[in-house]
Nanobody, 125 residues
C-alpha cells in the first residue's frame, strides 16, 4: 500500500483546508486510517482516525469540533476537513494505514504499517 497525502497549503487563522489521502491499493474496508501531524522540534502526534468500516472515529482533543475525518469508498480516499484553523495547527500532516486494526493503540504512530509522504499545513496569524 502506498499512500499520498495532499491538500496542504497556507491559510489564515480561522480558515479551512481539506486534506486527502489516496492509496495505490484498496484501503477502504480493509485498513484503519489515521492522520498525524508533526511540527518542527515536536513529536508526531495523532490527529484523527477512522476504522475500516467507517463506524469508528476518534479525534485528538485538539481536533474535536474543528476537524472531520471521512472516507470515500468509491474514490478510495480518506479526507480530513479542517476548519477554524489556528497557528498551532501548523505542521506537516501525514496519513497512515494499518490493516484491520481498531483499538486504543490507533492513536499511536507505531500501530500503523504504512505511511504517506506528508503535506505541509501552515496557518498564519
Amino acid at each position: 500500500v502506498q499512500l499520498q497525502a495532499s491538500g496542504g497549503g497556507l491559510v489564515q487563522a480561522g480558515g479551512s483546508l481539506r486534506l486527502s489521502c489516496t492509496a495505490s491499493g484498496r484501503i477502504i474496508g480493509e485498513y484503519a486510517m489515521g492522520w498525524f501531524r508533526q511540527a518542527p522540534g515536536k513529536e508526531r502526534e495523532f490527529v484523527a482516525g477512522i476504522s475500516r468500516s467507517g463506524r469508528g472515529i476518534k479525534y485528538a482533543d485538539s481536533a474535536k469540533g474543528r476537524f472531520t475525518i471521512s472516507q470515500d469508498k468509491y474514490k478510495n480516499t480518506v479526507s480530513l476537513q479542517m476548519n477554524s484553523l489556528k497557528p498551532a495547527d501548523t505542521a506537516t500532516y501525514y496519513c497512515a494505514a494499518v490493516f484491520g486494526r481498531w483499538d486504543s493503540a490507533i492513536i499511536s504512530a507505531p500501530a500503523y504499517e504504512y505511511w504517506g509522504r506528508g503535506t505541509q499545513v501552515t496557518v498564519s496569524s
